[in-house]
T-cell receptor
């Protein structure tokens, strides 16, 4: 079973920051949090991952709480092309597998 | 970097025929590749894990004789759907990683329709 829970769907206005929450209360010490997104009828796209510290790259920022039980993916200036299903995944530390949950359907509105 | 190419992007075939899908890592060597299937409005379901030069490991419920996987090189894995039936119609996606703790990178998927 997936180790994460996410809202089923979210809306965000174009140009605003999109903040996608994820709960992973059973995460263990060495398990990474990964974020991917899937635009309709395409393969998933890697966004970012982190362990303890906040991370930032050209696509997004990842904020992980100090207790690591939740995290937030931030798209700083959402565009219409950011409409997709966003998956928050805790990588299984025993076999490095990604267990996919249902994700959050993010809709960016003009 | 880290581009994974999947071919074909879509295919229509008749019942009883076989279909081969290719997955290539274009700019890196992939020690492991994965194959998934995805039904409409559902999440990805892992079918099998493929390590270069060895037999694939299939997930429970996935028939290895029906979904043949070959990982002949560090940049190529193929999935062959044998004797396809309409219920095999789905979106098939591959992914690849450089080493065990590297991020996964995905192909753009293959839409298979069996008539």
């Amino acid at each position: 079973d997936a180790k994460t829970t996410q809202p089923t769907s979210m809306d965000c206005a174009e140009g605003r920051a999109a903040n996608l929450p994820c709960n992973h209360s059973t995460i263990s010490g060495n398990e990474y949090v990964y974020w991917y997104r899937q635009i309709h009828s395409q393969g998933p796209q890697y966004i970012i991952h982190g362990l303890k510290n906040n991370e930032t790259n050209e696509m997004a920022s990842l904020i992980i709480t100090e207790d690591r039980k939740s995290s937030t993916l931030i798209l700083p200036h959402a565009t219409l092309r950011d409409t997709a299903v966003y998956y928050c995944i805790v990588r299984d530390d025993s076999n490095y597998q990604l267990i996919w949950g249902a994700g959050t359907k993010l809709i960016i509105k003009p | 970097g880290a581009v994974v190419s999947q071919h074909p992007s879509w295919v229509i075939c008749k019942s009883g025929t076989s279909v081969k899908i290719e997955c290539r890592s274009l700019d890196f060597q992939a020690t492991t590749m994965f194959w998934y299937r995805q039904f409409p409005k559902q999440s990805l379901m892992l079918m099998a894990t493929s390590n270069e030069g060895s037999k694939a490991t299939y997930e429970q419920g996935v028939e290895k004789d029906k979904f043949l996987i070959n990982h002949a090189s560090l940049t190529l894995s193929t999935l062959t759907v044998t004797s396809a039936h309409p219920e095999d119609s789905s979106f098939y996606i591959c992914s690849a990683r450089r080493q065990i703790d590297s991020p996964l990178h995905f192909g753009n998927g293959t839409r298979l329709t069996v008539t």
